[in-house]
């Protein structure tokens, strides 16, 4: 039997992965997507609708197409790859762009982890979110909207809200979840709960999609404040690296405490498998607390299940709702 033989290649590729995320960010600058797809099928198409050199151009296009982002057809002509044609081109209503440079403003404190991993002073309860104030969520949730509209969209096909009447949004950001569910179920109300800075900035998105009698917005802090009552459903979304056991497992309690009997909450959120080994994304979420200094950290399938199951949910069940990205952690408040 041959030995299986160890290299380097893996950590070498490790070690200037950072490089793929410097020319993907490029890439987007140069709305170089959108040229592709608006045409600029050569080299020098590129060079020209980006301006930039021939030379500088050919660099790029090499990368994009060892990285699967460009195609070439039988003719040589490049061409978008699905997932850019359908999320990187500016001009589309789809574009993800504000999302895929989401963390870029985090470049110099990624690179300065080794310091911020040896600091043994205690984190705060916030952490990113401490001083938020309007402007920073304009500019937060232009971003999350890019992103949140199709996880929305996704969360009302996989979920059942037919029979329900009032949905309650933790940390709903935009709205996102509140406006697609609405949309999707006539006979829905929501609620979107969030810091009050930040619910002024969904009552934006909220009035912009033409929704405003049916979501409203309740600015408070839901580790801490009461919730409204009279909600039949809740949904939390991409909040769950942000926090520790006890306060995940603190909103749990309260969400099943405010829920109407017979109600049910889900939990959207990026989650490490059973055992907590990967996905990667889901632990570098959980790493990214490090930087915002709060206590956050990334949580498990089997946490999940326990958090619910401590709450007095019951049927609880994990599904994957983008897989490898976000699963789903769903229970019903017994109705006796
Ligand atoms: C990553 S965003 C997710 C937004 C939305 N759920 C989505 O998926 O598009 C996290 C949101 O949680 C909110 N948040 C974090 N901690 C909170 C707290 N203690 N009380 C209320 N909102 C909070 C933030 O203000 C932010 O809007």
Redesign the pocket.
């Known amino acids: 039997m041959s030995e299986q033989r160890i290299d380097t290649i893996r950590l070498q590729r490790i070690a200037r992965g950072f490089t793929e995320t410097a020319v993907f960010y490029a890439a987007i600058d140069l709305d170089l997507f959108t040229h592709v797809s608006h045409g600029a099928a050569s080299i020098d198409a590129v060079a020209a609708a980006a301006n930039i050199s021939a030379l500088n151009a050919e660099r790029t296009v090499v990368v994009l197409l060892a990285m699967g982002l460009l195609e070439k057809d039988v003719d040589g002509q490049l061409r978008n790859a699905p997932d850019c044609e359908k999320f990187m081109v500016s001009t589309s209503e789809r574009f993800a762009g504000p999302w895929m440079t989401f963390t870029r403003r985090e470049v110099p404190q990624w690179f300065d982890l080794t310091a911020t991993l040896s600091d043994l002073t205690p984190p705060a309860e916030?952490g990113m979110?401490d001083d938020?104030t309007v402007e920073r969520?304009r500019k937060?949730?232009s971003a999350?909207?890019s992103?949140?509209m199709g996880?929305?969209r996704r969360f009302a096909r996989h979920v059942d809200m037919s029979a329900r009447t009032r949905l309650l949004?933790?940390?709903?950001?935009?709205g996102?979840?509140s406006i697609q569910a609405v949309k999707a179920n006539a006979g829905l109300q929501a609620i979107v709960?969030?810091?009050p800075a930040?619910t002024i900035v969904t009552q934006e998105y909220i009035d912009q999609n033409q929704v405003a009698d049916r979501v409203s917005t309740f600015g408070?802090?839901?580790?801490?404040?009461e919730f409204p009552t009279g909600c039949d459903i809740a949904v939390?979304?991409?909040?769950l690296p942000?926090?520790n056991a006890k306060n995940i497992q603190k909103v749990v309690q309260k969400t099943f405490d405010a829920l109407e009997p017979g109600g049910e909450m889900h939990l959207?959120g990026e989650t490490l498998n059973a055992d907590g080994v990967g996905p990667l994304d889901a632990s570098m979420w959980g790493m990214a607390e490090a930087l915002y200094r709060s206590g956050g950290r990334s949580h498990s399938v089997t946490e999940c299940l326990g958090y619910f199951e401590t709450a007095g949910f019951v049927d609880v069940e994990n599904v994957d709702f983008v897989a490898g990205t976000l699963s789903r952690t769903v229970g019903r408040k017994p109705t006796s």
């Open positions: 916030l979110y938020m969520a937060y949730h999350t909207y992103i949140g996880a929305g949004d933790l940390g709903g950001g935009s996102a979840y709960l969030d810091l930040v408070g802090d839901f580790v801490n404040d939390m979304a991409s909040n942000i926090y959207v």
